[in-house]
């Protein structure tokens, strides 16, 4: 039998026992084991990062307020809601709130400083090579499982990305609790292609060496050399999801969609402009939307134009929208979606937006046959309004009452 607290072998998913963190390197996904006595001292974090301490979503080695951070942790449970912070492993894109998340502090007034560092990093990353040169690497670990304190590390990360605007790598992001207003960062990553990063160099970070020697990694090299990025992408390699995978699994995220439902209870097919504004969210790009009276099915359509291109020379592609509101134990299925693919004839793409999800037989024939068909589900539309701020069933109803009011409302 192995030895307590040795490395336990995982099928798919590689793990470090609790005493052996401090000589571990970082590899992309693994698991690194916590301890098993009920305190904070079970933290891994601590004892694979000596120095950055046990507790919070911001650890580093060094001061925000001297400016000599050297390396930084950013820790993420994934259970908060109100601060949806996403990793998207498709693209290497990740996004972080800050540590402004109640009331009653200015933006940068926090404990642990964590925004006033995100400010200052994210400033430097667009100046010269020798000012990034300054700038700590970022490691990016997360909560492993509902008990216990074990995390998964999920990359290097370089501050900003290949395809964001400054204004869109770091926003002030307006919250309210209990009627008080308050802001928070927002704030944008990429996780670089390094798969481990060494533990030569994270001691050699830690000592205060130079961060471009002592084993550094190349992709970090190149972006402070010359702030271009090198994503660690990951095609997602099984495109039908479950019905688990399509629903929230948290009761304010199931009530997110129970009050959309009851919203629209009586008049469904009205549900069809909330799909274009949902549709919107997710498609900024998105031009000029008609909604279609009403089909002999009963179902109701909207025909837009998504633009692509600089403003100043766009070209636009058409496409087709459906909505279905149904409920959980409904799903969308091969004779719900065939309309929709057979309007593809006329159409460029197709979206289709359900408040439920969508069977399995009907993801297979949609992608095995290539039809170019985006599949909004429940879980997709709860995410989605998150991202933008409405993170409770009561504020996507007030959303829902100002932007689609029934005739009672109005």
């Avoid at 911001?58 to 951070?69: A, E």
């Avoid at 929230?248 to 009205?270: M, T």
């Amino acid at each position: 039998m192995p030895a307590p607290n040795a490395p336990v072998a995982v099928p798919g998913k590689p793990a470090v026992g609790f005493t052996h963190l401090q000589d571990a390197d970082l590899q992309v996904d693994a698991l690194y084991l916590g301890g098993t006595n009920g305190n904070t001292g079970d933290d891994p974090i601590a004892k694979l990062l000596r120095g950055v301490g046990n507790q919070g979503g911001f650890r580093y080695v060094g001061s925000p307020l001297r400016g000599d951070v050297r390396l930084v942790v950013l820790y993420t449970t994934g259970d908060q809601p109100d601060w949806p912070d996403a990793l998207d492993p498709q693209t290497g894109a990740f996004t972080y709130y800050g540590d402004n998340r109640t009331p009653g502090h200015e933006l940068h007034g926090t404990s642990r400083k964590g925004n006033l560092l995100l400010r200052d990093i994210f400033a430097a990353s667009h100046e010269t090579p020798e000012q990034r040169r300054r700038i700590p690497p970022f490691l990016l670990f997360e909560k492993a499982a509902a008990k216990g304190r074990d995390v998964r590390f999920r990359g290097l990360l370089a501050p900003g990305g290949p395809a964001l605007t400054s204004d869109d790598e770091l926003a002030a992001v307006w919250r309210t609790t209990a009627g008080r207003r308050f802001q928070n960062y927002r704030a944008r990553f990429t996780v670089l292609n390094q798969a481990v990063v060494s533990r030569g160099w994270i001691d050699h970070l830690r000592s205060g060496g130079d961060p471009l020697s002592g084993g550094c990694p190349s992709a970090w090299r190149t972006w402070v050399h010359t702030r271009s990025y090198s994503p660690l992408t990951a095609p997602v390699t099984t495109l039908i999801r479950s019905q688990a995978d399509q629903l929230p699994a948290d009761r304010e995220g199931q009530a997110v969609l129970e009050a959309i439902r009851e919203h629209f209870r009586g008049r469904e097919h009205d549900f069809e402009a909330c799909a274009v504004a949902l549709w919107r969210l997710l498609a900024p790009a998105t031009g000029q939307v008609d909604i279609t009276r009403r089909s002999r099915d009963g179902g109701r359509d909207a025909i837009g134009k998504y633009h692509l291109g600089p403003p100043a020379d766009r070209i636009a592609i058409d496409f087709a929208l459906e909505a279905k509101l149904y409920k959980p134990s409904n799903s969308v299925g091969i004779r719900e979606g065939s309309r929709l693919i057979s309007r593809l004839r006329h159409r460029n793409f197709g979206v289709l937006v359900t408040t439920s999800h969508f069977n399995g037989q009907f993801q297979e024939e949609v992608r095995n046959d290539g039809h170019p068909i985006i599949l909004v589900c429940g879980r997709d539309i709860v995410e989605l309004l998150r991202q933008h701020g409405y993170t409770t069933s009561d504020a996507v109803l007030s959303w829902l009452i100002h932007q689609f009011p029934s005739p009672t409302q109005e």
